[in-house]
């Protein structure tokens, strides 16, 4: 059974996700390295993902342990301390290839909860 709280906060981060691919899905690499905008924006979520994913209760992750919640908390930390350093190469790699599974998995577990 889905909680409240762990359930708004799936639908947070579908949310986020669907940004991410909204300003990332139909751009080139060149095209993101070359838009400041489209880098905070995709920068700015990644970050929020992070953020919610911190207030997952202990047994949720325990039980929905298909996603990688800690280095999705460890990329909000270097989002969101990185002064500068953030890799922009890696912050591409996960809008590309994390965020859709992610979106997906956090869907299918509001549906399942139904």
């Known amino acids: 059974m889905l909680g409240t709280k762990e359930k708004g906060i799936?639908?947070?981060?579908i949310n986020h996700c669907k940004r991410i691919e909204e300003k990332a899905f139909n751009i080139s690499k060149q095209e993101f390295d070359k838009s400041e905008d489209v880098q905070e924006?995709?920068?700015?979520?990644?970050f929020q993902i992070g953020e919610l994913a911190k207030n997952l209760s202990?047994?949720?992750i325990l039980q929905h342990s298909g996603v990688?919640?800690?280095?999705?908390?460890?990329m909000r930390n270097k989002i969101g301390h990185?002064?500068?350093?953030?890799?922009?190469?890696r912050v591409w790699d996960t809008a590309i290839n994390?965020?859709?599974?992610?979106r997906e998995?956090?869907?299918q577990i509001v549906n399942d909860n139904k």
């Open 82 to 89: 990185g002064y500068g350093t953030i890799e922009m190469d």
């Open 58 to 60: 202990i047994d949720f």
């Open 105 to 107: 998995y956090c869907q």
């Open 98 to 102: 994390d965020i859709k599974p992610l």
């Open 10 to 13: 799936m639908l947070y981060i």
């Open 68 to 74: 990688p919640w800690n280095q999705i908390k460890g």
């Open 41 to 46: 924006i995709v920068c700015f979520n990644i």
